[in-house]
């Protein structure tokens, strides 16, 4: 029997994870290098199939990618398309050589560096590049090596319906000719932060996402984030040991009239995988978590898709309201592509102001709307953004609050906040000398009585997505980004009244980054 609807799970774990000035001292944690996990999933039995790498440029401004949204037309990509969005979303863009080895930077932010979200594809026949050294891709069931830059197969096969059926119909799922599955594997990430990882799970997987809606809509192809599925029916199709890897979110890629026909047969595959470490670490809560958060039937699946999202309910701006002010002049276009390859996650801020403009831009296109499942109407949200202004030249220092519909900032409180932003960011210097820093809160109490405890992954699966677009319109402008954890009550603390009763889901701290010793 499904466990979604006993709420106490999520608040027993997000209760149970929270930091805190007394947290962090009370239950110190010690890397253990020697056990540092792999960070590549690797099937040692099944052979690779390398992929392409001779991309064709998109041509689309990253600004634009981030913002527009494809119309549902036939769009069927090809394995060089396909190719294209695995590198530019999970992908290693570059790599640096050091006394310890040799670390390897990807296309989307990950907490840590430790890349515990895995990849798997689900497709039909899809044709190769007219005039092209590859052929094409066979239906079936892949997992994407990143190491390798290539695809293993797990089934053979067209398994669309599969996934068909565990969504209990969603139409973007039952037309499109690709399905990229994400799972979450907790040791990777547990290793350094324990417990709260399955938080990371969303913050992860939802930076990926960001690059991957980014790149379909640059190449053409409509695409849509499905989060409510029979969690049973997808672990299975991947053959997942469950104790260890999750199915956490679907993206369909792709359109096309027909629907997929009954699809063969699965069985276990029993398929060996390389050790992450010599020792595993188990920490239940995480667990215990995704569990309670999972749907067993496609009513329970019916049920949640018919659900509108909750509303903010903000009154209306009560103090000093500044509209946003993208200008529409010198916007800077490198290509998506060329944004994603030099995105990086700040290690410094220099301090230095950012204009009005260029936060203007960064919220703009980062809130224009995200194609989800439980995001219901589009342009809906979960997250409500404050943030604090440190140095934004045409923007006086304090505390703010976003209106997303009438696109506004209200200050909550003027002054020099810089700080206590240092204080709310784990003590860490980072947001201190950041220009702004941008706090996602929600009020899980209205979400969780809508969605249940699957509720709880959305809402940190959207804050993960909205990061995601905060890097890419930050890095347009060459300006630096870095995703930060916090002291969870203080954060709501500092905002309220006006942020009382929310909880606080993620950090994005943006600015310009030092030069680089």
Same mark, same amino acid.
């Given at each position: 029997?499904?466990?979604?609807?006993?709420?106490?799970?999520?608040?027993?774990?997000?209760?149970?994870?929270?930091? %805190?000035? @007394? %947290?962090?001292? +009370? #239950?110190?944690?010690?890397?253990?290098?020697?056990?540092?996990?792999?960070?590549?999933?690797?099937?040692?039995?099944?052979?690779? +199939?390398?992929?392409?790498?001779?991309?064709?440029?998109?041509?689309?401004?990253?600004?634009?990618?981030?913002?527009?949204?494809?119309?549902?037309?036939?769009?069927?990509?090809?394995?060089?398309?396909?190719?294209? @969005?695995?590198?530019?979303?999970?992908?290693?863009?570059?790599?640096?050589?050091?006394?310890?080895?040799?670390?390897?930077?990807?296309?989307?932010?990950?907490?840590?560096? @430790?890349?515990?979200?895995?990849?798997?594809?689900?497709?039909?026949?899809?044709?190769?590049?007219?005039?092209?050294?590859?052929?094409?891709?066979?239906?079936?069931?892949?997992?994407?090596?990143?190491?390798?830059?290539?695809?293993?197969?797990?089934?053979?096969?067209?398994?669309?319906?599969?996934?068909?059926?565990?969504?209990?119909?969603?139409?973007?799922? &039952?037309?499109?000719?690709?399905?990229?599955?994400?799972?979450?594997?907790?040791?990777?990430?547990?290793?350094?932060?324990?417990?709260?990882?399955?938080?990371?799970?969303?913050?992860?997987?939802?930076?990926?996402?960001?690059?991957?809606?980014?790149?379909?809509? &640059?190449?053409?192809?409509?695409?849509?984030?499905?989060?409510?599925?029979?969690?049973?029916?997808? #672990?299975?199709?991947?053959?997942?040991?469950?104790?260890?890897?999750?199915?956490?979110? $679907?993206?369909?890629?792709?359109?096309?009239?027909?629907?997929?026909?009954?699809?063969?047969?699965?069985? =276990?595959? #029993?398929?060996?995988?390389?050790?992450?470490? &010599?020792?595993?670490?188990?920490?239940?809560?995480?667990?215990? +978590?995704?569990?309670?958060?999972?749907?067993?039937?496609?009513?329970?699946?019916?049920?949640?898709?018919?659900?509108?999202?909750?509303?903010?309910?903000?009154?209306?701006?009560?103090?000093?309201?500044?509209?946003?002010?993208?200008?529409?002049?010198?916007?800077?276009?490198?290509?998506?592509?060329?944004?994603?390859?030099?995105?990086?996650?700040?290690?410094?801020?220099?301090?230095?102001?950012?204009?009005? &403009?260029?936060?203007?831009? +960064?919220?703009?296109?980062?809130?224009?709307?995200?194609?989800?499942?439980?995001?219901?109407?589009?342009?809906?949200?979960?997250?409500?953004?404050?943030?604090?202004? #440190?140095?934004?030249?045409?923007?006086?220092?304090?505390?703010?609050?976003?209106?997303?519909?009438?696109?506004?900032?209200?200050?909550?409180? =003027?002054?020099?906040?810089?700080?206590?932003?240092?204080?709310?960011?784990?003590?860490?210097?980072?947001?201190?000398?950041?220009?702004?820093?941008?706090?996602? @809160?929600?009020? $899980?109490?209205?979400?969780?009585?809508?969605?249940?405890?699957?509720?709880?992954?959305?809402?940190?699966?959207?804050?993960?997505?909205?990061?995601?677009? $905060?890097?890419?319109?930050?890095?347009?402008?060459?300006?630096?980004?870095?995703?930060?954890?916090?002291?969870?009550?203080?954060?709501?603390?500092?905002?309220?009244?006006?942020?009382?009763?929310?909880?606080?889901?993620?950090?994005?701290?943006?600015?310009? %980054?030092?030069?680089?010793?």
């Amino acid at each position: 029997m499904s466990q979604n609807k006993h709420l106490d799970a999520a608040w027993q774990y997000h209760s149970g994870t929270k930091h %805190s000035q @007394l %947290s962090v001292r +009370m #239950n110190p944690h010690f890397l253990d290098w020697e056990n540092k996990p792999l960070l590549f999933k690797i099937y040692p039995t099944l052979e690779v +199939m390398r992929l392409p790498r001779d991309f064709r440029e998109t041509g689309t401004a990253a600004l634009d990618a981030i913002t527009a949204r494809q119309a549902l037309v036939e769009a069927i990509p090809d394995l060089e398309t396909v190719a294209q @969005l695995l590198f530019f979303s999970a992908g290693v863009v570059r790599s640096k050589k050091h006394e310890q080895g040799e670390t390897f930077f990807r296309a989307a932010a990950c907490t840590g560096a @430790l890349y515990e979200i895995e990849l798997y594809v689900v497709c039909t026949d899809l044709p190769g590049e007219p005039g092209a050294n590859f052929s094409g891709l066979a239906a079936g069931v892949y997992h994407f090596g990143v190491a390798e830059f290539g695809l293993r197969q797990l089934r053979a096969g067209d398994f669309r319906q599969t996934l068909v059926e565990a969504t209990a119909g969603d139409l973007a799922i &039952a037309h499109a000719p690709v399905t990229i599955i994400c799972t979450g594997t907790y040791w990777r990430n547990a290793w350094k932060y324990r417990s709260r990882t399955y938080r990371h799970f969303g913050w992860d997987n939802g930076t990926i996402l960001a690059n991957l809606l980014a790149m379909s809509e &640059a190449s053409s192809l409509p695409a849509k984030i499905v989060t409510v599925f029979i969690d049973s029916q997808i #672990n299975e199709l991947l053959s997942l040991d469950t104790k260890r890897e999750v199915a956490f979110s $679907l993206i369909s890629i792709g359109h096309q009239q027909s629907t997929p026909s009954s699809p063969p047969q699965i069985s =276990p595959l #029993n398929l060996p995988v390389v050790p992450y470490s &010599a020792e595993e670490v188990d920490y239940p809560a995480m667990r215990k +978590m995704h569990e309670a958060s999972s749907l067993d039937s496609a009513s329970e699946v019916t049920a949640l898709r018919g659900s509108k999202t909750p509303s903010s309910d903000f009154p209306a701006p009560r103090g000093i309201a500044t509209p946003l002010q993208p200008s529409n002049d010198s916007i800077p276009t490198d290509t998506i592509e060329k944004v994603i390859a030099r995105r990086g996650s700040t290690r410094q801020f220099s301090r230095e102001p950012i204009t009005l &403009a260029q936060l203007s831009l +960064m919220l703009d296109r980062a809130t224009h709307g995200i194609p989800a499942d439980f995001l219901q109407p589009l342009g809906s949200h979960l997250n409500d953004l404050y943030l604090i202004v #440190n140095s934004v030249d045409g923007l006086a220092p304090g505390a703010y609050v976003y209106h997303w519909e009438n696109k506004v900032l209200e200050l909550l409180k =003027p002054g020099d906040f810089r700080g206590k932003a240092g204080f709310l960011g784990l003590e860490q210097q980072l947001p201190a000398d950041a220009a702004v820093d941008i706090f996602f @809160l929600a009020d $899980l109490k209205k979400i969780l009585e809508r969605y249940g405890n699957r509720g709880y992954r959305a809402t940190q699966l959207e804050a993960g997505i909205l990061g995601g677009k $905060l890097y890419l319109a930050a890095y347009a402008q060459r300006l630096g980004a870095s995703g930060l954890t916090f002291y969870d009550d203080d954060v709501v603390n500092f905002f309220s009244p006006h942020a009382r009763g929310k909880s606080a889901i993620f950090l994005v701290a943006l600015g310009r %980054s030092a030069p680089r010793k």
